[in-house]
C-alpha cells in the first residue's frame, strides 16, 4: 500500500508563494508518476502538474506553467510543488497523487491520493 500525506498549505497574500511536500510512505520501493491536482469550492478537481517516475517527463495545467515548479526527491520519497505569483483563483485544496500513467491529467489514471492540502490566496 502506499500513504501520501500532502503539507505546506495555508493563507498567503496575492502574488506571495508557497511550496507543497507530499511524502510517500509505505511501498516506497514503487517508482510511480507523481502529480498534483487540486479541488477549489463547487468545481471540479483540476490537473495542475506530474513528473514521471525519473523525473524525464514533467507537464504542466496552462495556468500552472511559468508559475509552478513540479520537482521530487526519490531519495526522500518526496515531491514538490513550488507556487509563485499566487492569486485568489489558485485558492483550493491541493492534492497529490500517484500511479502508473499514460495520461496525466487524468485523474482517474492515478490510483493513490493524499488527503489534501488547503491553500488560500488573499486579495
Known amino acids: 500500500q502506499v500513504r501520501l500525506v500532502e503539507s505546506g498549505g495555508g493563507l498567503v497574500q496575492r502574488g506571495g508563494s508557497l511550496r507543497l511536500s507530499c511524502t510517500q510512505s509505505g511501498r516506497t520501493s514503487m517508482d510511480l508518476d507523481m502529480g498534483w491536482f487540486r479541488q477549489a469550492p463547487g468545481q471540479e478537481r483540476e490537473f495542475v502538474a506530474e513528473?514521471?517516475?525519473?523525473?524525464?517527463?514533467?507537464e504542466y495545467a496552462d495556468f500552472a506553467r511559468g508559475r509552478f515548479t513540479i520537482s521530487r526527491d526519490n531519495a526522500r520519497h518526496t515531491l514538490y510543488l513550488q507556487m509563485n505569483a499566487l492569486n485568489p483563483e489558485d485558492t483550493a485544496v491541493y492534492y497529490c497523487?500517484?500511479?502508473?500513467?499514460?495520461?496525466?491529467?487524468?485523474?482517474?489514471?492515478?490510483?493513490?491520493w493524499g488527503q489534501g492540502t488547503q491553500v488560500t490566496v488573499s486579495s
Open positions: 513528473m514521471s517516475e525519473h523525473g524525464g517527463m514533467i
Open positions: 497523487a500517484a500511479g502508473s500513467v499514460t495520461s496525466p491529467d487524468s485523474d482517474h489514471e492515478y490510483g493513490y
